[in-house]
């Protein structure tokens, strides 16, 4: 063997070497290059005559054939409208496809409302029209002829007729902090994911909306930063617990008499109004309500024209009821409906008198979506939980029978975005090994055309040879099976101890385990971490959801008691383990997660050595009224679930390394709650670390401060466990 030959192998060997240290993760992959990003399908959209889809591409919306992808011709180009200055965020069509609003320069306000300049295109006329040019508009919707467009601007409820420019103003007396006509107010967008408070009704000659008066709410400020001599102040509306809540009325604006009236609903308490809705006959609104304690609920049918109204379905729950969007009314005076009432979520069938006709569907596989029903009206298509909620399948159900068929064959997890009746489907699917593929099928359910294959980033991920996820069930005291994740470092071998990083969420119906990809969020950050020899753990603690009610209601007034005994428990099991180092397990959370890992680390101090605490909630009574009190109801109700269960007043059983991170434009978890905990912690003389992010708000978004936060994270967990 010659000397030029041993060179050439020590150069070949230490490129080797060199290219595998490329190949780890870094926090630029991760935060800066998007190199761990899986591709969805974006602004995709079914056409209504069975043959085509849209998609909105470098500011152009183009139409293709579901058949073969073929892109059959363009119906908006951005390019030929100057008038459009900025590129287009979003569209939606009218009923009949001829016209398409668009949506530019929108700017986000809360979690989920959005103001955006409008405008409407004509595809026929190929001509563009704005909506309300003054200003930025929130929720536009064309009512069913295509001839006017709705909107909410100030607080205030408009229309405006697209043909003739004319503006109605159908509210005068929106003001900020006090009345919103059309729109939700802060806690209804976050807790029941309601923004847009009006409805078109099926003809068009109504439009029914929600009146928020929030004038006796408290206000909470937030301060941003700017380079000037004293911050700016933001105030907003914002009950917290025990406090009052606005006063939600309904109201129905009567196009042709051009007069709004209020809606009788019947005798109204301390309540919530969390949806409206049109039934298929056009003078019938349909409003929910619930009570405070949100375990009674109300399906109440208005007949908006004769003002008179009856309740066509009521529930009661020992402990809360959960608002969905399943309510679908049928042809035949018939709707579908799902509960939890037998235990577990399911789909039931009523007549417009409000009895019962049959429950649909049963077991302990529940339903977690109703996608909808075919266009012969037979059929309904629904996602269940199955396997203690670790996958998800598609299901057919039979809407006489209740017979149902499943229509998947793969194990991992199964969703659907729905064409008209059903005709056609985007379906997905993933597993922990396999980033998440999309594909066209008709209602055979058989492949038409795979739409994303996430092909590239699945050979990233080959190259990296990342340790795969590992699914499982752990026990707590009680003998109770939790799922769990596990990730184990490349060069795992037996014999050699680790240490454990957990991550949780653990907040009521939440999961993090499943046969999904990706399924418990930061996968990057977090097999990154195991790359530098750390064991990561999830688990699902009791309070979660997919395994029926009773595994997810059992926390009920005392919110973060079972949770922590169960991350406890996984603690204590991990930590038994030959191959685990007992005295270096850590734990980290986000939100409801920053909340479990500070209650982990104090009321666990013999069992954690380390916590990172993200936006955590500190004390319950700080946050809002609608998620807390559903389930702990107020202070008064329940003083031993507050004092037993928030972090704040276990301030003195800290012994391990604490990570308290906040961002102090956080307008859901205030900053208040780390804040106190930082009192808490100092009266009892405690040592920990602590990061606040300016302007950010619960997201603490942007590429630099994510970078800055897992970085300094990072070096914690190095450091510190």
């Known amino acids: 063997m010659t ?117 409407v295109y004509d595809v026929a006329g190929d001509a563009v029209y704005r909506i309300y040019p003054p200003g930025k508009i929130k929720y536009p919707s064309f009512d069913p002829s295509a001839n006017r467009v709705a909107y909410v601007y100030n607080n205030d409820l408009y229309y405006e007729v697209i043909e003739t420019g004319k503006r109605v103003r159908i509210t005068k007396d929106g003001q900020v902090n006090a009345i919103i006509n059309g729109a939700s107010d802060w806690v209804y967008e976050e807790e029941f994911t309601l923004t847009k408070a009006y409805a078109w009704s099926p003809g068009g000659d109504y439009l029914a909306y929600f009146k928020f008066d929030e004038s006796r709410v408290k206000e909470f400020s937030i301060e941003y930063y700017n380079d000037g001599a004293y911050p700016e102040k933001f105030a907003f509306k914002y009950p917290k617990v025990g406090e009052e809540n606005a006063v939600v009325s309904v109201w129905c604006y009567d ?44 399906l109440i049918l208005s007949n908006v024209r004769k003002n008179a109204f009856r309740v066509l379905l009521e529930e009661e729950n020992a402990r809360y009821i959960d608002v969905h969007d399943d309510l679908t009314f049928l042809n035949g005076n018939r709707f579908l409906w799902t509960s ?127 340790p795969e996820v590992e699914l499982l069930q752990i026990p707590n005291r009680g003998g109770q099976a939790m799922n769990a994740a596990l990730i184990k470092p490349k060069d795992f071998v037996l014999g050699k101890k680790y240490p454990v990083f957990m991550f949780l969420y653990g907040g009521p119906g939440s999961q993090q385990v499943m046969n999904r990809w990706n399924s418990f969020g930061y996968y990057g950050w977090l097999q990154m971490l195991a790359q530098k ?61 920053g ?59 800290l012994k391990g390394n604490y990570l308290l991170v906040h961002g102090l434009a956080d307008d859901n978890v205030h900053p208040q709650n780390s804040i106190e905990m930082v009192n808490a912690l100092v009266r009892h003389r405690k040592a920990f670390d602590m990061y606040f992010y300016p302007n950010k708000n619960h997201g603490i978004g942007g590429a630099d401060a994510r970078m800055h936060l897992f970085a300094r994270m990072t070096d914690f967990v190095l450091n510190k466990l």
């Open 3 to 119: 000397v030029r030959y041993l060179f050439f192998i020590a150069w070949l060997l230490q490129s080797l070497t060199a290219d595998a240290q490329t190949r780890e993760i870094s926090l630029e992959d991760l935060y800066e290059r998007g190199t761990f990003s899986a591709r969805g399908v974006p602004h995709f959209n079914f056409m209504k005559d069975g043959k085509h889809y849209t998609r909105l591409m470098s500011g152009k919306i183009a139409k293709y054939s579901i058949l073969d992808g073929r892109e059959v011709s363009v119906l908006f180009d951005a390019a030929k409208h100057p008038e459009i200055e900025k590129s287009v965020d979003a569209y939606e069509f009218s009923d009949d496809e001829g016209k398409i609003l668009l949506f530019t320069e929108t700017e986000s306000i809360y979690r989920h409302s959005r103001i955006s300049r409008c405008f």
């Open 255 to 298: 196009a042709k008499k051009n007069k709004s009236k209020p809606i009788d609903i019947g005798p109204r308490e301390d309540d919530y109004l969390p949806r409206l809705k049109w039934t298929r006959d056009r003078d019938v609104l349909c409003v929910q309500w619930m009570n405070r304690n949100q375990n009674r609920l109300r």
């Open 533 to 593: 020899g750390y064991i990561i753990c999830v688990v699902d603690n009791r309070g979660t959801g997919g395994r029926g009610e009773e595994f997810k209601k059992m926390t009920y007034l005392q919110l973060g008691k079972l949770e922590t005994e169960d991350q406890i428990d996984a603690a204590r099991y991990l930590g038994s383990l030959d191959f685990v180092d007992a005295s270096r397990i850590g734990i980290f959370g986000w939100s409801y997660g």
């Open 340 to 466: 939890e009432r037998d235990g577990y979520n399911h789909l039931y069938l009523y007549g417009m008198d409000g009895n019962l006709v049959r429950q649909l569907t049963r077991g302990s596989d529940e339903m977690t979506a109703l996608y909808g029903l075919h266009a012969d009206g037979q059929w309904a298509l629904a996602q269940f939980s199955v396997s203690d909620g670790r996958e998800r399948e598609l299901r057919r159900i039979d809407v006489e029978t209740g017979r149902d068929s499943v229509l998947t064959t793969r194990p991992g997890f199964h969703s659907a975005q729905p064409g008209p009746g059903l005709h056609y489907l985007v379906l997905s699917h993933s597993d922990v090994r396999t980033p998440t593929q999309y594909r066209i099928a008709g209602s055979d359910f058989q492949t038409i055309r795979m739409l994303e294959t996430n092909e590239a980033l699945a050979g990233r991920m080959n190259e990296l040879q990342l």
């Open 595 to 653: 909340y479990m890992s500070s209650l982990c680390l104090l009321k666990g101090n013999d069992v954690f050595k380390a916590a990172i605490a993200v936006a955590p909630v500190t004390n319950w009574k700080w946050y809002d009224t609608i998620y807390t009190e559903r389930y702990m109801r107020r202070t008064s109700d329940n003083p031993t679930g507050y004092a037993e269960n928030s972090p704040v007043y276990f301030a003195d059983r």
